[in-house]
């Protein structure tokens, strides 16, 4: 058994995920010019790894007797992770790519602690794993802030 908290929080991470993704693909498609290509890409690999986290956040929620929530309960967040205005500002995604994995990092955070406390070692260990890749997104991430802020 789990504690109510796990899933709570298994819950919010799949709708964040869920929420990335849809941020992720919208950035890819929406941004112009020469120097957007390398995040184009970039995110949409991260797409692909995103959804694959949702896939396991949702399938451990069944395995715990509960349910991924649908389109109904979902409320948006992602304020700075918004297709920019101007469709060369790739500074601006860049930086909601880093606030949504920040949010995400925190949440897994919470969700190494709340499973531990929970005797669920099995959801632990998928929360470190999905940290990692987070982290692994932050990293590249703040190497293109760095090499945007630069020039
Ligand atoms: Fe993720
Ligand atoms: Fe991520």
């Known amino acids: 058994m ?7 929080l298994l819950r919010k991470a799949y709708s964040d995920e869920i929420e ?3 941020n992720y693909q919208t950035n890819a498609i929406v941004l112009d010019g020469v120097r957007a290509e390398e995040i184009k890409e970039s995110l949409k ?14 399938q451990r929620l069944k395995q715990l007797d509960a349910r991924p929530p649908g389109s109904a309960e979902f409320t948006a967040r992602q304020d700075s992770l ?3 205005e ?3 500002d790739v500074l601006s995604v860049i930086r909601g790519v880093l606030d949504a994995e920040e949010d995400a990092i925190e949440t897994y955070r919470s969700l190494v602690d709340a499973a531990e406390e929970a005797g669920d070692p099995v959801t632990e260990d998928l929360a470190v794993t999905v940290l990692a890749d ?10 293109f802030e760095k090499e945007y802020r630069d020039e």
């Open 20 to 22: 990335t993704v849809m």
């Open 2 to 8: 789990t504690s109510d908290r796990v899933i709570d």
């Open 45 to 58: 690999q991260d797409i692909q790894e995103e959804l694959g986290h949702a896939e396991q956040i949702g």
């Open 82 to 84: 918004q297709p920019p």
């Open 134 to 143: 987070e982290e692994a997104h932050r990293t590249e991430f703040r190497g």
């Open 86 to 88: 101007d469709s060369t």
